[in-house]
């Protein structure tokens, strides 16, 4: 599917096993080494559960960016399960592939992401769990119409660089915006 979302067009197509080995090899260093994913197996079979989708700005061509949809983009900590059980929200989370950091992607990435989730769940808000020391990621939501619901820390697990496993408590954010509306973007 073709999604239009700012300056740039994206092509979605759902993950192939091709596609989750390359996002379970992206590496990012410093504070955003928390979203690097494990390089095994189970990782990538946690890509293929048909709710995570590629994103490529060239038909067919390498995957560039990600988005997954429902359980697997919402956290499994009993104490948000309240926050969870509302379904007029569907849960969100986004990845780009860590050298297209930082070169203006990211409003696009989210926009196509949205209009994505919108085909699929016309009637619904968005729910997105983000760092609050990501400030890219805090500034694209914000421009999108993303409030915060609700804000928690949480101890992370995650690969380093290096491939060693470390833990770290982290502040976290729930941010919610209503139903997508093709061009209604908030603008800075």
Request: aromatic fraction near 12%; proline fraction near 4%; charge should be neutral.
């Amino acid at each position: 599917m073709k999604l239009t979302a700012g300056e740039s067009s994206f092509y979605s197509r759902r993950m192939t096993k091709a596609d989750a080995a390359a996002v379970c090899r992206w590496r990012y260093g410093g504070r955003q080494e928390i979203y690097n994913t494990e390089d095994t197996p189970e990782s990538v079979r946690s890509f293929l559960d048909g709710w995570h989708f590629a994103l490529s700005r060239r038909f067919g061509g390498e995957i560039e960016a990600f988005v997954c949809f429902g359980e697997s983009a919402a956290l499994p900590l009993p104490e948000l399960a309240h926050i969870y059980r509302d379904e007029s929200f569907t849960d969100m989370a986004l990845g780009l592939r860590p050298e297209l950091c930082g070169k203006g992607l990211g409003q696009s990435v989210a926009a196509a992401a949205m209009e994505l989730a919108n085909s699929f769940f016309p009637d619904d808000g968005f729910r997105v769990t983000v760092a609050k020391d990501n400030a890219p990621a805090q500034r694209i939501y914000r421009a999108l119409g993303f409030e915060t619901l609700a804000s928690f820390s949480a101890e992370v697990i995650y690969p380093d660089s290096g491939g060693n496993i470390r833990t770290r408590m982290t502040d976290m954010e729930i941010l919610t915006a209503a139903p997508y509306r093709r061009g209604a973007q908030k603008k800075n």
